[in-house]
């Protein structure tokens, strides 16, 4: 979809670099009167990724033969996407600190 109508009348135009909460998303711009339409689910997606950030997890470690897993939350794999058999990116960050990311491939 190239435009849309904007409630003052005028044709706001598809942007795919616009701004929503510090996150780069699409959605369409009004030159004539400057109202923005995000994309509704990725808006959604963002604001719920905000609202687990607030959000402590206390989780518990399982053991599987010599290896150590942890269940991510419901919630947690659903706003990131993340799948069953899905690859993360797994480091450690200071002493005390672990990271981890969806993994994207080369």
């Known amino acids: 979809m190239k435009g849309m109508k904007c ?11 616009m701004k929503f909460n510090s996150y780069e998303i699409d959605g369409w711009e009004c030159k004539s009167c400057g109202e923005a339409y995000y994309n509704p ?3 959604e997606k963002i604001l ?5 950030k607030k959000h402590k997890f206390y989780l518990k470690l ?33 002493s005390n600190e672990i990271v981890i990311h969806p993994f994207k491939g080369s």
Do not use: H
Request: proline share 2%; net charge positive; charged share 35%.
């Open 7 to 17: 409630i003052c009348g005028k044709i706001a135009e598809y942007n795919k670099n």
């Open 41 to 43: 689910e990725k808006a």
């Open 48 to 52: 719920l990724i905000n609202k687990l």
């Open 62 to 94: 399982s053991k599987v033969k010599s290896n150590l897993i942890l269940r991510i939350p419901k919630e947690v794999g659903d706003a990131l996407n993340l799948k069953k058999s899905q690859e993360v990116e797994f480091g450690i960050k200071d």
